[in-house]
């Protein structure tokens, strides 16, 4: 029901913007996140956004470099990620939640494929 896309490489400080595309069902109704899974570490929260678009959430370590928002046909979801570091490498999922801005994993319904992010240094 989610398809994520825009993962690549990229040098560190530079920016990338991942979509994610929902059924158009669970995408009007739905709150969105991101999370990101490093090799050998746990899946964490990255950032999400409630089903209207009015409220956003993210964690300490993306806040003021990543900005997740709702595209027109409430089915997407983007995750704009600017001065990217080599700590931002992982794989990339995107999620719907029926709660309002959830931020652990558990209250998630729906999980996309991962997209691959390498920032190299």
């Known amino acids: 029901q989610l398809q994520a896309s825009g993962g690549g490489l990229v040098q560190a400080g530079g920016s990338l913007r991942l979509s994610c595309a929902a059924s158009e069902r669970t995408g009007s109704t739905y709150a969105m996140g991101w999370f990101r899974q490093a090799p050998g570490k746990e899946r964490e929260f990255v950032a999400a956004v409630s089903w209207s678009g009015d409220s956003t959430y993210y964690a300490d370590s993306v806040k003021g470099r990543f900005t997740i928002s709702r595209g027109s046909a409430r089915n997407t979801v983007d995750l704009q990620m600017n001065s990217l570091k080599p700590e931002d490498t992982a794989v990339y999922y995107c999620?719907?939640?029926?709660?309002?801005?959830?931020?652990?994993?558990?209250?998630?319904?729906?999980w996309g494929q991962g997209t691959q992010v390498t920032v190299s240094s």
């Open positions: 999620a719907a939640s029926i709660m309002r801005v959830p931020t652990h994993r558990g209250l998630y319904d729906y």
